[in-house]
């Protein structure tokens, strides 16, 4: 499923690069002779600013609709319009309602690898997710000039390129979510503390767990102030611990999913994902409507496994009511 743009001239069939270099900005000065990669470098900063802040300020997670739903009828998985952020800071916005033919998509991916499903009778029962990414589209064809090299591509050239995403029906379960800030989650018990290979718990988790129990042990009228303080010594344990993306191999290439404009992972948190989970759809179940076609099932839709973002100002009209119960 891949999100149209209002062009009829597109191509879709690559991810473009949109690099993001947020510390190298353009310095233009009079009488400059600005060329293709000036232009490239003005747009990368301004992008990699957004990203950067959009990535460690705020996160990942669906921002708003992205609903998914079963149609029987059409034999259909349809995803509706919505905006999210991605692990890399890229808006991920759908703007018209996304539909799969779950059928059609599961002939062509029977034989995938790892693809487990049960065929009684030509009844196929298995269970999948429904997942979203980002990616980029050329399009508006305007004529060209051949380059230096002299590739003519016809007289023509893409001149703008429209940011959209791709949406997909993945066997199997969602991947569980992922999260950043795990000292802060200890210190919330969300996290169980983690330990080295003689099972000693670690000393930040520690920390994180002694913190806890001094605000635990707090007079009323104390409770408060323990959490304030809590709440920034564990942050800065917590900061000092993070790390950004990479390869493994020290080059700051990011995994499965990358395309050019990731080149720069190293730039993002270490557990921002690619893709983002939107629903898990659980006993999807496949049977033949005896003309040729069939009749889909889902036993269940579970929206459940997606990362969510709230606004600030939910955030802030919340802090009130979390103080009091610390009360």
């Known amino acids: 499923m891949a999100n149209p743009t209002s062009a009829s001239d597109r191509d879709c069939n690559a991810g473009v690069p949109l690099p993001a270099r947020p510390f190298v900005a353009l310095r233009p000065h009079y009488g400059m002779l600005l060329g293709v990669a000036d232009f490239e470098a003005e747009q990368a900063y301004h992008r990699g600013k957004q990203r950067l ?159 806890r129990a001094a605000i635990a042990a707090a007079a009323p009228a104390d409770r408060v102030a323990a959490a304030a303080a809590a709440l920034h010594d564990i942050a800065v344990l917590d900061g000092l611990a993070e790390r950004s993306a990479d390869g493994g191999d020290g080059s700051g290439v990011g995994d499965e999913g990358d395309e050019g404009d990731d080149a720069q992972a190293a730039l993002f948190p270490a557990a921002g994902p690619l893709t983002l989970a939107l629903a898990g759809l659980q006993g999807v179940t496949l049977t033949p409507d005896g003309a040729g076609g069939s009749t889909l099932a889902v036993a269940a839709i579970d929206p459940r496994v997606r990362s969510v973002l709230l606004p600030t100002a939910s955030l802030q009209a919340l802090s009130g009511a979390l103080l009091a119960a610390l009360a």
């Open 53 to 211: 802040h959009n990535a460690w300020a705020h996160g990942w997670g669906v921002l708003w609709g992205l609903g998914v739903r079963v149609d029987p009828g059409k034999g259909e998985v349809a995803v509706s319009p919505g905006l999210a952020l991605d692990g890399r800071g890229r808006e991920l916005h759908n703007e018209l309602p996304q539909c799969l033919n779950v059928a059609r998509w599961f002939e062509a991916h029977r034989g995938d690898a790892g693809f487990e499903f049960t065929d009684s009778g030509g009844v196929i029962a298995f269970d999948a997710h429904v997942r979203i990414r980002h990616h980029a589209c050329l399009t508006a064809p305007v004529p060209a000039l051949a380059d230096s090299c002299g590739h003519d591509a016809g007289g023509v050239a893409y001149s703008r390129v429209h940011e959209t995403v791709l949406i997909e029906l993945v066997p199997g379960p969602a991947p569980a979510r992922t999260h950043r800030n795990h000292l802060l989650r200890v210190l919330a018990g969300l996290d169980a503390p983690a330990t080295d290979d003689d099972g000693q718990v670690l000393a930040d988790d520690q920390a994180a767990l002694d913190a």
